[in-house]
Nanobody, 126 residues
């Protein structure tokens, strides 16, 4: 049984920062990749960032590159997403995900991920 639990969402003003955390439990030995996705109201879930399980490689959507940083905490089986210079268009429910597949061109797609967290709301006010 695998569980992903997110935390750290909230309300912040434009230009502010938030840090999301995702802690994984269960059979994490099968993970190759952890990612963050988000779904804004009326839109489909979209890729935000991903990191290899080793923490060596990171990947970002163009919309967040330079503002968001994904990292791994190997001691805690956790992944974090540091979000700086937040914009109102970053408002969404953010989901943590884990994949049993190594990083590839398909990692930007939701179908690549085997496990998902429940989501945490991020609201950026203007």
């Amino acid at each position: 049984q695998v569980q992903l639990v997110e935390s750290g969402g909230g309300l912040v003003q434009a230009g502010g920062s938030l840090r999301l955390s995702c802690v994984a439990s269960g059979r994490t030995a099968s993970f190759y990749l952890m990612g963050w996705f988000r779904r804004a109201p009326g839109k489909e879930r979209e890729f935000v960032a991903a990191i290899s399980w080793s923490g060596v490689s990171t990947y970002y959507a163009n919309s967040v590159k330079g503002r968001f940083t994904i990292s791994r905490d190997n001691n805690r089986n956790a992944a974090s997403l540091q979000m700086n210079s937040l914009k109102p268009e970053d408002t969404a429910v953010y989901y943590c995900a884990a994949s049993k597949q190594p990083p590839a061109s398909s990692m930007y797609q939701t179908g690549t991920y085997d496990f998902w967290g429940q989501g945490t709301q991020v609201t950026v006010s203007s």
